[in-house]
T-cell receptor, first 115, second 113 residues
Framework: GAVVSQHPSRVICKSGTSVKIECRSLDFQATTMFWYRQFPKKSLMLMATSNEGSKATYEQGVEKDKFLINHASLTLSTLTVTSAHPEDSSFYIC???????????FGSGTQLSVL | GENVEQHPSTLSVQEGDSAVIKCTYSDSASNYFPWYKQELGKRPQLIIDIRSNVGEKKDQRIAVTLNKTAKHFSLHITETQPEDSAVYFCAASIGGTASKLTFGTGTRLQVTL
């Protein structure tokens, strides 16, 4: 149980374009989804927390207008990196949480490269 | 907010030896402490976790201990194998599994033959 799917796994885009990353909970209802960012050989840094049907809560220093998060259903959350720049290049990974002791897991991550 | 420190940043052990990774946390309200194993380019995988009402938990070769008074917790891997080589992250949260995690800085474990 607790299968979390994340797409795409890798994306290369030009500077100035927007990129959407999807995170789905496949076998449980995710009441909360978390979006993390991980730089090479570094730890995971929480960007924002989203609860289904409400606005995301962003961590200090994370631009909400740049990293748009939508959690429209109990199985899907999306992160859109708007007007991407090379400094946005990173590994983005979601985590979904539901009810119950084993109802949580990480997505497989998305490696974003902005040229 | 919560701050989690993790040591060492790198650890090299010979196959069959034990490995210990230590973490400290700052917020006494934290009550859930998971450990993750992450291989290069892959998602973190939960390997063991412990809650604040328990002092120790063991799962085969892996064990975790928690000292609430000192606000530190440790991961112990016995009889290490080459496939244990990975980056290990500790984390802490307030509110249990449904809450956001604050991660430690990671430990790169290398098990040599």
């Amino acid at each position: 149980g607790a299968v979390v799917s994340q797409h795409p796994s890798r994306v290369i885009c030009k500077s100035g374009t927007s990129v959407k990353i999807e995170c789905r909970s496949l076998d449980f209802q995710a009441t909360t989804m978390f979006w993390y960012r991980q730089f090479p050989k570094k730890s995971l840094m929480l960007m924002a927390t989203s609860n289904e049907g409400s606005k995301a809560t962003y961590e200090q220093g994370v631009e909400k207008d740049k990293f748009l998060i939508n959690h429209a259903s109990l199985t899907l959350s999306t992160l859109t990196v708007t007007s991407a720049h090379p400094e946005d290049s990173s590994f983005y990974i979601c985590s979904a949480r539901g009810q119950g002791a084993m109802r949580d897991g990480f997505g497989s991550g998305t490696q974003l490269s902005v040229l | 907010g919560e701050n989690v420190e993790q040591h060492p940043s790198t650890l090299s052990v010979q196959e069959g030896d034990s490995a210990v990774i230590k973490c400290t946390y700052s917020d006494s309200a934290s009550n859930y402490f998971p450990w993750y194993k992450q291989e290069l380019g892959k998602r973190p995988q939960l390997i063991i976790d412990i809650r604040s009402n328990v002092g120790e938990k063991k799962d085969q070769r892996i064990a975790v201990t928690l000292n609430k008074t000192a606000k530190h917790f440790s991961l112990h891997i016995t009889e290490t194998q080459p496939e244990d080589s990975a980056v290990y992250f500790c984390a802490a949260s307030i509110g249990g599994t449904a809450s956001k995690l604050t991660f430690g800085t990671g430990t790169r474990l290398q098990v040599t033959l």
